[in-house]
C-alpha cells in the first residue's frame, strides 16, 4: 500500500471517528460552534464569580480583623471614657 493511500485512509478515519464523537456527545448539528462557545462564556462566569466571592471574603475577613485590632486599641487606651 502506497504512503499516501495509507495517509488519505487514515485521515479519513480521523475525521469519520471525529464525527462520531462529537454525535455522540450531541454537538453534531449546525449550531455546534455556538453551543461551544455558550460552555466557554459560561465556565468563564463560574470562574469570574469564584474569584470574586473569594476576594470578598478576603476582604470581609481583614475589615473584621482590623476593626478587632481597633477596638482593642480603643480599649486598652480608654478612649470611649472607661473607668479611670
Known amino acids: 500500500m502506497p504512503d499516501a493511500e495509507f495517509e ?47 476576594q470578598t471574603a478576603v476582604r470581609m475577613i481583614t475589615t473584621g480583623v482590623m476593626l478587632a485590632l481597633l477596638a482593642g486599641i480603643a480599649i486598652k487606651l480608654k478612649i470611649f471614657g472607661g473607668s479611670p
Open 8 to 54: 488519505a485512509i487514515l485521515t479519513r478515519a480521523a475525521e469519520e471517528g471525529a464525527k462520531r464523537a462529537l454525535a455522540d456527545v450531541g454537538l453534531d448539528g449546525d449550531e455546534a460552534a455556538l453551543d461551544i462557545r455558550d460552555l466557554r462564556s459560561l465556565v468563564d462566569c463560574i470562574r469570574l464569580v469564584r474569584r470574586t466571592a473569594m
